[in-house]
């Protein structure tokens, strides 16, 4: 699920005691969650922590008349609401069955209004489902629950994307080049050993380099450490993009990828630009090469199909992970042209 731009809301302005909506407000910042609908008057509660958005409401209804907030059970209630599109900034809908009103006719709807449609869930499984419908699903959901624990089970909302395809390309060479400016990305995450980030130095090609979470001889273990490789560099970023190593810095999100694909957001924590020994590693998909340049250090990895590889150690003939795509970027979105890069 692409979650890139989304928005995650807990609405805690429905409990009649006050203790009761805080709960739902604590809950929710500790689960990484920043919008909230709260109830008019409580507005002490943005002292709790760090919000980006806060909608209020008053006796179950927007305070604000940019906002709209309609329980659509009906195709008339559906019309109306379809009708108020363009007129309102955000529209906010709930139903108890979206079975009978095709979510599909309002975003196609909305897309093109520059209307933003969120959709009110009590499942992680129906936010799920509203945030992926056509594809685009949703410009976010609202979580309604009576249960301030149950908020984090929407947490991986905020982390999770679609997988990435990977595939073994076959190394051609490893050579030494230069010394030159390198990127350490500390996120704010642990990882595992057979995942890190998505680097190359074509936008086409990105090798799996894998965090430093192997112990070695040489340096503990920096589990939260991928030493990325040259500033020039792409890295896949949450969305489908991709971001120059040089650009990224702390606050940024950059995608985490294990050997099967999978991939969560992590916030980069630090960026370390220095002066260091490189090399290039040179591979092959049978129809084109693609390079990565990476540090001349035991300690940097690759994934490979079962395990890692030290580039120190590659070997021609060795096979390795890469998530290979067609097409090019522009600004770090891909596009669908012809770019030869060599």
């Given at each position: ?7 995650i ?29 709260l ?7 943005e ?5 980006d958005?806060?909608?209020?409401f008053?006796?179950?209804k927007p ?9 659509i ?10 009708n ?7 529209i906010?809908?709930?139903?108890s ?9 309002m975003?196609a ?15 992680k499984?129906?936010?799920?489902l509203?945030l ?6 949703v ?20 982390t ?15 050579e030494?080049?230069?010394m ?15 995942e ?9 090609c990105l ?14 273990t920096?589990?939260?450490?991928v030493?990325?490789g040259?500033?020039h560099?792409?890295c896949?970023?949450p ?6 190593l040089s ?29 260091r020994?490189?090399l ?6 049978g129809?084109?090469?693609y390079?990565?340049?990476?540090q001349?250090?035991?300690?940097i990895?690759v ?13 021609k ?8 795509t067609?097409?090019g970027r ?13």
């Amino acid at each position: 699920m692409n979650m890139d731009g989304k928005k995650i809301f807990v609405r805690a302005d429905l409990p009649a005691d006050k203790d009761d909506r805080k709960d739902l407000v604590t809950n929710g910042l500790e689960s990484g969650i920043v919008n909230f609908i709260l109830r008019k008057g409580d507005e002490a509660f943005e002292d709790l922590g760090k919000m980006d958005q806060v909608i209020y409401f008053e006796k179950g209804k927007p305070v604000s008349d940019d906002i709209e907030f309609s329980q659509i059970d009906t195709p008339a209630d559906q019309e109306r609401v379809l009708n108020l599109v363009g007129k309102k900034k955000t529209i906010i809908v709930e139903t108890s069955d979206w079975t009978i009103i095709p979510l599909e006719n309002m975003i196609a709807k909305f897309r093109t209004a520059g209307t933003e449609i969120l959709a009110v869930a009590s499942r992680k499984e129906e936010a799920e489902l509203y945030l992926t419908t056509m594809e685009k699903g949703v410009d976010g959901v609202v979580i309604e629950t009576e249960d301030p624990l149950a908020i984090g089970k929407f947490r991986d909302l905020l982390t999770v994307s679609e997988p990435v395809e990977l595939q073994e390309v076959e190394v051609v060479s490893v050579e030494p080049v230069e010394m030159g400016d390198r990127v350490c990305v500390d996120t704010c995450c642990l990882m595992k050993p057979g995942e890190g980030m998505l680097c190359g130095s074509y936008s086409n090609c990105l090798f799996l380099v894998q965090s430093e979470s192997e112990a070695n001889g040489y340096v503990a273990t920096r589990p939260f450490r991928v030493n990325a490789g040259a500033v020039h560099m792409y890295c896949m970023v949450p969305g489908g993009g991709t971001r120059y190593l040089s650009e990224i810095s702390a606050g940024d999100p950059v995608l985490v990828c294990d050997r099967k694909g999978n991939v969560r957001s992590a916030s980069v924590g630090r960026c370390k630009v220095e002066v260091r020994p490189l090399l290039i590693v040179t591979a092959t998909d049978g129809n084109k090469t693609y390079n990565v340049i990476l540090q001349n250090a035991e300690t940097i990895k690759v994934v490979t199909p079962k395990g890692s590889e030290s580039v120190t150690k590659l070997k021609k003939g060795d096979k390795i992970l890469a998530h290979l795509t067609s097409g090019g970027r522009h600004f770090g979105m891909k596009v669908e042209e012809t770019i030869t890069e060599k």
